[in-house]
């Protein structure tokens, strides 16, 4: 790559990757709240894979639960949840004449809500993405589209996994998220989706350890 190129790539994972990583972030910590099971499963993965240590880039293919939890987050809040595409020649989109130089915006939002692909696809239910159950459904899901698939991929999408796993161990891990109001918070559709205004309570989960010398006194 030319450094103008090395400088556009990074400016991008840097610009994209923050507020939709951030906005997932907020509703991974919403939707926890409000299903403390859940929670608390994942905090059991974390406790027994980092028994209370920090979390690094090695511990992402040990919290296969945390990233069940990320996956139905994105299906049911996709951070870019509308994007738009033109078409370069004449086609049709099921029974839809599509001519050549039309803008089409497509929203992930509604796709990754579908019944077809989704059963109660309303509900919060991280077991849809069991190791078992995507296998069965083949790779990738359909409907299933949360950073885009092909040459217009979303060139952040490694980043973006790694900075959501470390920042949820690193939290739950010591920390317990508990709402401060029963009602539901709606989406806020801006630049991408967001939570607006989320108040939480965050309580300590253990004490704080006695720092330990060296030799362990």
Same mark, same amino acid.
């Given at each position: 790559?030319?450094d103008q190129?090395v400088?556009? !790539?990074a400016?991008?994972?840097?610009?994209?990757?923050?507020?939709t990583?951030?906005?997932?972030?907020?509703?991974?910590? %919403?939707l926890?709240?409000?299903?403390p099971?859940v929670?608390?499963a994942m905090?059991?993965?974390?406790?027994?894979?980092?028994a209370? &240590?920090?979390?690094?880039h090695?511990d992402m !293919?040990?919290?296969?639960y945390? &990233?069940?939890? $990320?996956?139905e987050?994105? #299906?049911?809040?996709?951070a870019? %949840?509308?994007?738009? /595409?033109a078409a370069?020649?004449? +086609? +049709?989109?099921?029974?839809h004449?599509?001519?050549?130089g039309s803008?089409?915006l $497509?929203?992930y %939002?509604a796709?990754?809500r579908a019944?077809?692909? =989704?059963?109660?696809?309303?509900? =919060? #239910?991280?077991e &849809?993405?069991s190791?078992?159950? @995507?296998? !069965?459904?083949?790779?990738?899901t359909?409907?299933?589209?949360? =950073?885009g698939l092909?040459?217009?991929?979303? $060139?952040g999408?490694? =980043?973006?996994?790694?900075q959501?796993?470390?920042?949820l161990?690193?939290?739950? +891990?010591h920390?317990e998220l508990?709402?401060?109001?029963?009602?539901?918070?709606?989406p806020?559709p801006t630049f @991408?989706? +967001?939570t607006? @205004?989320?108040?939480?309570? $965050? #309580?300590r989960?253990?004490?704080?350890p /006695?720092?330990r010398?060296?030799a362990?006194?």
């Open positions: 790559m030319s190129q400088h556009d !790539e400016m991008t994972v840097l610009a994209a990757g923050t507020d990583v951030s906005h997932t972030l907020s509703w991974c910590a %919403y926890l709240a409000r299903h099971a929670q608390r905090q059991a993965e974390m406790d027994q894979v980092l209370g &240590r920090a979390p690094c090695a !293919e040990r919290l296969p945390t &990233r069940m939890v $990320i996956s987050v994105l #299906r049911l809040y996709p870019g %949840y509308l994007v738009s /595409r370069t020649t004449d +086609t +049709t989109v099921g029974s004449p599509i001519a050549a803008m089409l $497509i929203c %939002y796709l990754q019944p077809e692909h =989704f059963p109660e696809p309303d509900a =919060f #239910r991280p &849809r993405w190791p078992d159950l @995507t296998a !069965e459904r083949g790779v990738p359909p409907g299933y589209l949360p =950073f092909g040459p217009h991929g979303c $060139i999408e490694g =980043f973006a996994w790694t959501m796993t470390m920042v161990a690193a939290l739950l +891990t920390w508990i709402p401060v109001s029963p009602r539901p918070v709606e806020v @991408t989706l +967001t607006g @205004t989320l108040p939480m309570e $965050i #309580r989960r253990h004490p704080t /006695r720092p010398s060296p362990g006194g």
